[in-house]
């Protein structure tokens, strides 16, 4: 039996169910800003947003992103595959009447999973470590105490028996040489973003 539970985004929705069968904590770890709608902020706009909207049109394209990513879930099929695995835990599923109390049928039945108080409560206030740096983005106004921005994370001792290739040690070499500081990378991993010039404009400012 573990303490805590730690979850990247894609499989924090099964993080969740455990840590609510178990009655345990569970920490989102985030290797970027959420651009998704899941924390709206009026510091920055969604991904694929134009970037220098008033913080005001920052906040509501963050909550009409959260409703979509609602919707795609439904829509993608996800929903299932949820109840499935909560009934493996124990969770009860409720069906909804497509009927309702209308003398006609408007839609098919819905089967949707049903969460406990705790589970909401965690969820709604789910403690998250963001694992970049305060140059790239300053920290939004509407991150909570339980919101901690780490800077990028990685093992103490990763350099102390790092063998690089030849070509690149002699890269590395003439550009300290050259203006005595070296050079400077700058990567977003994984992350695809529609709009990233303003993330590279934060990247340049701050390696200058």
């Not at 008033?54 to 439904?74: D, K, S, W």
């Not at 300053?138 to 290739?165: C, I, V």
Request: proline share 8%; with cysteine; charged share 15%.
């Amino acid at each position: 039996r573990c303490d805590v539970i730690l979850s990247t985004s894609m499989g924090n929705t099964h993080a969740l169910d455990v840590a609510e069968k178990e009655e345990l904590i569970c920490f989102a770890l985030k290797f970027c800003p959420d651009i998704d709608g899941q924390v709206p902020t009026t510091a920055f706009a969604p991904s694929g947003y134009p970037s220098g909207m008033p913080g005001m049109l920052n906040y509501v394209a963050h909550v009409v992103e959260n409703i979509r990513t609602i919707g795609a879930v439904f829509a993608g099929g996800f929903i299932p595959h949820v109840i499935e695995f909560r009934s493996k835990l124990g969770f009860p599923s409720l069906k909804i009447d497509g009927q309702g109390l209308l003398p006609f049928r408007i839609m098919d039945d819905i089967e949707v999973p049903t969460y406990s108080p705790y589970r909401t409560l965690l969820q709604a206030n789910q403690p998250c470590f963001y694992a970049f740096s305060k140059a790239l983005v300053d920290r939004p106004p509407e991150y909570q105490p339980w919101h901690f921005m780490t800077g990028s994370m990685g093992r103490n001792d990763a350099l102390k028996h790092l063998q690089l290739p030849a070509f690149v040690t002699e890269f590395l070499d003439a550009a300290e040489t050259s203006n005595g500081m070296g050079p400077v990378c700058v990567a977003f991993g994984s992350m695809t973003l529609a709009r990233s010039a303003a993330f590279q404009s934060r990247a340049i400012a701050a390696a200058r």
